[in-house]
């Protein structure tokens, strides 16, 4: 009878979870009302693209905005119409030339990366850690030649970038850090909000983040000058410019980046919510690691000692060699007694085809073939064999921004993977074609 009840459902053995998850769903009253008032004042985007009062938007912006630079305690706040514009915007407002180098982790969204191309720069890859995923510092400093003028800091799935050692490096090769912190908002880092140690901190505001508008983004600062460059950026800063009284005209190429009134009105409800979402997420997390920490060679989510985590995902990592069997026969199990939301490895950016092949712009390889790019760039397999192995071999993703999960939810996923553990004789047998 123990037995059966034990088998897996890949076996012929009854399926843990029978149903499906509550999806995730941060929108409620608060954002409808939000919406309906502005959609009855008519106004669905103040912006103007000349300089005129409403360059900086309308009141909504304003006071998305005001709300945003309150919570994370900086001095500004900039919305823009997705983290992929923020990016791109940061990467010019730091004054980035074309052919300078921007070292970015190979481990995060693509958009990390192509902003810096975007500005005709280039990316340089540099390895991770493999406790969180994160830019490993030896490996941004082994990276840097005379061409680096940055570093684009990601805080990967939710845990902040190791910022006391990267600043250190950035002071001391005159660099500049910018933070896309678009999957840990709310995360903390030596009590400050991750984002927020940077020169640009930049988040998202998409439908599968921890808080969204549908699409949207937003930029911190510190400095008024970079500040100014973002929004000009971000609203046609070339029509701009002369009646500003804007002298530096370095990158003032500008971009219609606007977010429009009716998502920052449910910006401004989505942020009273994040703090009770993360630690709704934390919760969940803390449940899974006290049901999962003990099974032999999956390592549950590291987390530093000064820092907290936002968990976008909970990453798990498996110990291929301790339990003899490959990743991809576990998630298949897994998957089978119901688990939803894993994911097999996440992403090495540069092995993607345009890395590869190096065809972005046109098709004869700009900008690495032109003049501007200072040197031979290596994207090949083999420079960041951290993230390479995560990638191939041992990355186990949770995606904790699917579902609402309960504690019964919670319970059933770490029953399923208690009986998968259990059963990892039997799986073996399977061999590794399965
Ligand atoms: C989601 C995400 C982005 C891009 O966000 P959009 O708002 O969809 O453009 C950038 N970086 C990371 C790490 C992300 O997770």
């Known amino acids: 009878m123990e037995n059966s009840k034990n088998r897996l459902f890949l076996f ?11 999806p995730y769903h941060s929108i409620g009253r608060e954002e409808t009302e939000a919406v309906r008032q502005v959609m009855e004042s008519g106004v669905l ?3 103007l693209g000349v300089w005129h009062k409403d360059f900086y938007g309308g009141e909504k912006v304003r006071e998305f905005e005001k709300a945003w630079m309150d919570f994370f305690g900086v001095k500004h706040a900039i919305s823009v119409n997705s983290a992929t514009s923020g990016l ?4 010019g407002a730091i004054g980035i030339e074309p052919g300078d180098e921007v070292i970015v982790s190979p481990w995060t969204m693509c958009a990390s990366a192509t902003a810096i191309l975007h500005w005709n720069a280039i990316p340089v890859f540099a390895d991770i850690e493999p406790e969180t995923f994160n ?29 006391d050692a990267l600043s250190a490096i950035a002071d001391k090769h005159d660099l500049k850090i910018i933070s896309d912190s678009a999957q840990s908002p709310g995360a903390l880092i030596n009590a400050n909000y991750a984002g927020t140690l940077a020169d640009i901190g930049s988040y998202s505001l998409n439908y599968h983040k921890h808080i969204h508008t549908g699409e949207g983004g937003i930029l911190v600062t510190n400095d008024d000058e970079i500040a100014e460059r973002l929004r000009l950026i971000r609203n046609h800063a070339e029509a701009v410019v002369e009646e500003k009284d804007q002298v530096d005209l370095k990158n003032m190429l500008g971009y219609n980046f606007r977010l429009g009134e009716i998502e920052c009105a449910i910006g401004i409800e989505q942020l009273k919510k994040l703090d009770g979402f993360v630690s709704a997420r934390q919760r969940v997390a803390r449940r899974l690691t006290t ?22 995902m909970y990453p798990l990592v498996l110990d291929i060699e301790k339990i003899g069997i490959k990743r991809h026969i576990i998630y298949r199990a897994l998957l089978a007694e119901g688990v939803q939301g894993l994911s097999e490895g996440y992403v090495t950016l540069h092995l993607l085809p345009m890395y590869q092949k190096k065809i972005a712009y046109g098709s004869k390889g700009f900008p690495w073939t032109s003049e501007i790019c200072h040197r031979d760039i290596e994207y090949h397999r083999g420079i960041c064999p951290i993230a390479e192995d995560l990638q191939e071999n041992s990355y186990l993703g949770y995606k904790m921004c699917l579902n609402d999960l309960n504690d019964d939810d919670v319970d059933l996923i770490v029953m399923a993977f208690r009986k998968v553990w259990s059963n990892l004789d039997n799986l073996k047998d399977l061999g590794n074609d399965f």
């Open 45 to 47: 985007s103040q912006f």
């Open 291 to 312: 049901g999962l920490y003990d099974l032999p060679g999956l390592r549950t989510p590291v987390i530093k000692a000064n820092c907290t985590h936002a968990y976008y």
């Open 88 to 91: 791109i915007a940061a990467i």
């Open 135 to 163: 830019l490993d510092p030896k490996s941004v400093e082994d990276n840097i030649t005379p061409y680096t003028k940055a570093i684009m800091a990601v805080d990967i799935f939710g845990h902040p970038a190791d910022m």
């Open 12 to 22: 012929g053995g009854p399926k843990t979870i029978k149903s499906e998850f509550e």
